[in-house]
T-cell receptor, first 112, second 114 residues
Framework: ELKVEQNPLFLSMQEGKNYTIYCNYSTTSDRLYWYRQDPGKSLESLFV?????AVKQEGRLMASLDTKARLSTLHITAAVHDLSATYFC????????????FGAGTILRVKS | AAGVIQSPRHLIKEKRETATLKCYPIPRHDTVYWYQQGPGQDPQFLISFYEKMQSDKGSIPDRFSAQQFSDYHSELNMSSLELGDSALYFC?????????????FGPGTRLTVL
């Protein structure tokens, strides 16, 4: 069974600081996703990571994947207020029908 | 670019009523997924369809049913609504199950059961 754990669940940080969100998953997965969700809104796809060592960057966000450790990180560089949102990681497996299994989410609040 | 369309965006129902949520996937996407997100929770998979056939089923109550039509749109039917059914319901679509294509989420339907 696929299980996903994220930490921290809540993160309050100052603008300009760096921090990392961690995502562990329980068994081999095909893909790892990071999504952003603003309150009451939809899920916005940030990154899809497919292979060990994959690293993707978009603006102040960088995601990486270590399939051997079953760990993905989402690194935030020089945070700005606009990054305040809830961030979910999710995994899927073809043999499980590609349904997404989500972590609990990390609520990020960037204080100016 | 065209996105996933869901309707209605907001729905208020009384207990024991029925509700129908609709999802129109991105053009040429053949796979539809339904997820339920309760307040402060992560999305939970309900059911999925590939080429108009049910492909997987998650923690979907027996009171709920769904189907995918010939034009690939999908409908989630919910009967005997309970207070606990109040949630955001997302539809997501992708092209060709089992590929590297990501799932794209619609804006969601907020269902409130009074």
């Amino acid at each position: 069974e696929l299980k996903v754990e994220q930490n921290p669940l809540f993160l309050s940080m100052q603008e300009g600081k760096n921090y990392t969100i961690y995502c562990n998953y329980s068994t081999t997965s095909d893909r790892l996703y990071w999504y952003r969700q603003d309150p009451g809104k939809s899920l916005e796809s940030l990154f899809v990571l497919l292979s060990n060592g994959a690293v993707k960057q978009e603006g102040r966000l960088m995601a990486s994947l270590d399939t051997k450790a079953r760990l993905s990180t989402l690194h935030i560089t020089a945070a700005v207020h606009d990054l305040s949102a809830t961030y979910f990681c999710a995994v899927d497996r073809m043999e499980y029908g590609n349904k997404l299994v989500f972590g609990a989410g990390t609520i990020l609040r960037v204080k100016s | 670019a065209a996105g996933v369309i869901q309707s209605p965006r907001h729905l208020i129902k009384e207990k024991r009523e029925t509700a129908t949520l609709k999802c129109y996937p991105i053009p040429r996407h053949d796979t539809v997924y339904w997820y339920q997100q309760g307040p402060g929770q992560d999305p939970q998979f309900l059911i999925s369809f590939y080429e108009k056939m049910q492909s997987d089923k998650g923690s979907i109550p027996d009171r709920f049913s769904a189907q995918q039509f010939s034009d690939y749109h999908s409908e989630l039917n919910m009967s005997s609504l309970e207070l606990g059914d109040s949630a955001l319901y997302f539809c997501a679509s992708s092209s060709e199950q089992g590929t590297t294509d990501t799932q794209y989420f619609g804006p969601g339907t907020r269902l409130t059961v009074l």
